[in-house]
């Protein structure tokens, strides 16, 4: 038999919500990035994100599992703790202080590229297609040629600061593809919460290490952008993350990374009067035609 894959109205909002809310991130951590050093940052928003998943996990008993269920899978959520939040916030943090904001975008626009590749090896159900290759690659390009205007020509020479968002956006892809497979059966929120807390407490265990002393936030603009990046960019998002990875799929998921650059692109003119470039408009379109072509209708075997 045969099973038909299509996006759901449900996975389109959340999927749109989603690059809505991570499409501010870049912005914040720039902020951010001014006032603490980088694992600071990283470790402010993934406690605040594990403290807000916490609560909506206790005042929701759909939420709950069983010490039982939970203590088998220690070990999955220490890898997702470690490859989804602790190893790339930290690497996109710090490149953030060598690297403008619209490079920054263009390299994390590789995810999806890297889960294409990686995803079919451990997903029967996630299959490279042709119109996941060139909705992807399409979609690629619209990013490059919306960031490239504001870039003029000025790309960022620090090497390190490039392959650290590269590295950074290959642990994304790996631990979205690790969680496809190993994180089935469990609620969201509840999947939310132990990756958060785990790569909370790598990343402060780190940090008494690397750092000393811990230097907290000085301005209380910093204040609202790790609260922002916490509840919002890790608490809100990363329910609707999980929920989504198992509704559609790793690669699917994965091009939620070609909104960002465009939420900040429309932000940037309504809010601080950046100049619009007509080639933006151009790379809008393709973005939204990526992502049209890879969610084309198509048929996959159905397990019996």
């Given at each position: 038999m045969m099973k038909e894959i299509t996006m759901k109205?449900?996975?389109?909002?959340?999927?749109?919500?989603?690059g809505l809310v991570w499409g501010t991130s870049?912005?914040?951590?720039?902020?951010?990035?001014?006032?603490?050093?980088?694992?600071?940052?990283?470790?402010?928003?993934?406690?605040?994100?594990?403290?807000?998943?916490?609560?909506?996990?206790?005042?929701?008993?759909?939420?709950?599992?069983?010490?039982?269920?939970?203590?088998?899978?220690?070990?999955?959520?220490?890898?997702?703790?470690?490859?989804?939040?602790?190893?790339?916030?930290?690497?996109?943090?710090?490149?953030?202080?060598?690297?403008d904001s619209g490079t920054s975008a263009i390299l994390n626009g590789t995810m999806p590229l890297f889960t294409i590749l990686l995803s079919p090896i451990f997903n029967q159900d996630d299959r490279i297609t042709l119109?996941?290759?060139v909705g992807l690659?399409?979609?690629?390009?619209?990013?490059?040629?919306?960031?490239?205007?504001?870039?003029?020509?000025?790309?960022?020479?620090?090497?390190?600061?490039?392959?650290?968002?590269?590295?950074?956006?290959?642990?994304?892809?790996?631990?979205?593809?690790?969680?496809?497979?190993?994180?089935?059966?469990?609620?969201?929120?509840m999947l939310a919460f132990l990756q958060m807390s785990f790569g909370s407490a790598i990343i402060w265990v780190t940090a008494l290490f690397t750092e000393r002393p811990i230097i907290l936030p000085q301005f209380p603009i910093t204040w609202v952008a790790l609260l922002w990046l916490g509840l919002l960019g890790s608490c809100i998002a990363y329910i609707f993350y999980?929920?989504?990875?198992?509704?559609?799929?790793?690669?699917?998921?994965?091009?939620?990374?070609?909104?960002?650059?465009?939420?900040?692109?429309?932000?940037?003119v309504v809010f601080l009067k950046e100049q619009f470039y007509w080639q933006s408009l151009l790379g809008a379109v393709l973005i939204f035609s990526g992502i049209a072509i890879v969610n084309l209708k198509q048929k996959v075997p159905q397990k019996t």
């Amino acid at each position: 038999m045969m099973k038909e894959i299509t996006m759901k109205n449900k996975d389109w909002l959340l999927f749109w919500l989603t690059g809505l809310v991570w499409g501010t991130s870049f912005l914040w951590i720039k902020i951010a990035v001014n006032d603490v050093s980088p694992i600071v940052l990283a470790g402010s928003r993934s406690l605040f994100g594990a403290i807000g998943l916490g609560l909506i996990v206790a005042l929701n008993k759909q939420a709950h599992v069983s010490w039982n269920i939970i203590k088998k899978r220690l070990i999955d959520f220490l890898f997702l703790g470690f490859f989804n939040i602790a190893l790339p916030w930290i690497l996109i943090s710090w490149a953030g202080q060598f690297l403008d904001s619209g490079t920054s975008a263009i390299l994390n626009g590789t995810m999806p590229l890297f889960t294409i590749l990686l995803s079919p090896i451990f997903n029967q159900d996630d299959r490279i297609t042709l119109p996941k290759i060139v909705g992807l690659v399409i979609g690629f390009i619209g990013v490059v040629i919306l960031i490239a205007p504001s870039i003029q020509g000025k790309w960022s020479g620090s090497l390190l600061g490039q392959g650290a968002i590269l590295m950074g956006t290959l642990s994304y892809a790996s631990a979205t593809i690790f969680a496809r497979k190993k994180t089935r059966g469990l609620p969201t929120q509840m999947l939310a919460f132990l990756q958060m807390s785990f790569g909370s407490a790598i990343i402060w265990v780190t940090a008494l290490f690397t750092e000393r002393p811990i230097i907290l936030p000085q301005f209380p603009i910093t204040w609202v952008a790790l609260l922002w990046l916490g509840l919002l960019g890790s608490c809100i998002a990363y329910i609707f993350y999980f929920y989504l990875l198992h509704s559609i799929g790793p690669t699917r998921v994965s091009m939620i990374t070609y909104i960002p650059p465009l939420v900040a692109l429309v932000l940037g003119v309504v809010f601080l009067k950046e100049q619009f470039y007509w080639q933006s408009l151009l790379g809008a379109v393709l973005i939204f035609s990526g992502i049209a072509i890879v969610n084309l209708k198509q048929k996959v075997p159905q397990k019996t």
